[in-house]
């Protein structure tokens, strides 16, 4: 499923990429933003986020997200957090004194306040107060209010619908801090595979399970909003293979008994299952072989903890393919710890720590670069028959756990 969103420029008086706005676009040859409201808006923000990835989208520069009466007013609007956007009030939201008490609401919790489309409204006085930043509409304001807006309060000006050079060289001399219009650019149109609401949860779950110290709660809730991982968690944990007693009959209870180690494993797998969007079931089960080869060499040559992490750089590294989304889009859009994403970057492996070398044997050892998997394994005092046995034992692991 694709999810389209158009940025559009907004320029520096150095005429550098100070900031993006995101518009609403229905599809890849949508010239404007169609149907207008608040579940474009809304739209917006999910397909920047979760389709295109933020990253990718606007890099580390703010975004202005266009807001109407009713997102403005839901809580919907704390979805994203405040040092991402700028909320910007559109021309169509009444300065009541209901709409200004939650604006100053949004500006202590650290909100960022832009005020659409002014052209000198002395009923929007109540807002414009509050803005940051303000967006004259050039085209339609009076030359009196295009002169005057920028010395009347303490915010920045933002001249767009700019479409000469001529016009652009007049609001930088009447002290615009900002620039947006035709003359610079027109909007880009970006689309990316836009992830179903039950593989974003399985993505965000596998980034705190990469974490150094996951939150056992964020887990917890994840998994029980899963149907089918709180099925096959409980499942395995009650199974006579994994050996325990007395059968857990809650997630928390069945985390717990297996300890964190045990969850980035099992849940890390079963979290998997389900992200393969490709359809493709050879890519999971490489995957998972990978994984948990990774896992065997790299508790062989560190530590347990260096084999969890490595069992999730064997998983993370399938992902691409899967999903359809470059690595480094998919590690941004996760939040994935530098520990993590590190395991996933190109490069020698002379001084790497045991995660991220176990990882690099498996992955060469799978793709038959036997020679290299041997080369980087011999300084740890692996032969290639241990890697065989390696490979062999993985295939099992893997088998078994999918047959419970």
Known sequence: MEGYVARRAIYDRNRKVAA?????RGGAQALTAGTPGDGASEEVISNGFFSVGWHTLVGDRPALWNVGQALLMSDKILIIPPERVYIEILETTDASAEIVRRSQWLKRRGYRLVLDDYIGEAERTPLLNLCDWVKVDWLASEERGRRETPHLGRWKCLAEKVETEQDLELAMSLG?????????????????????????????LIAELGKAEPSLLRIEEAVSRDVDL???????????AAGRRHPASTVRDALLWMGLEKVRRFVGMFAMAGMNLSGNEELLQKALIRARMSDLVATAIGDTQEGGKAFLGGLLSMLDVMLSKPVEEICMEMGLPDEVRGLLEDGGCGTCRAAKRGLRVATAWQEGEESAAEQMAHVKGMSAEDLSSYYLESLVWVHESQQG
Request: net charge positive; charged share 20%.
């Open 20 to 24: 993006y706005e995101l518009l609403y």
């Open 176 to 204: 615009y801090d900002y620039f947006q219009g035709y003359v610079l650019e027109r909007p880009q149109i970006m689309s990316g595979r836009k992830l179903p609401a039950a593989q974003r949860s399985r993505l965000m």
């Open 230 to 240: 709180t099925y096959k968690l409980l499942a395995w944990a009650n199974s006579a």
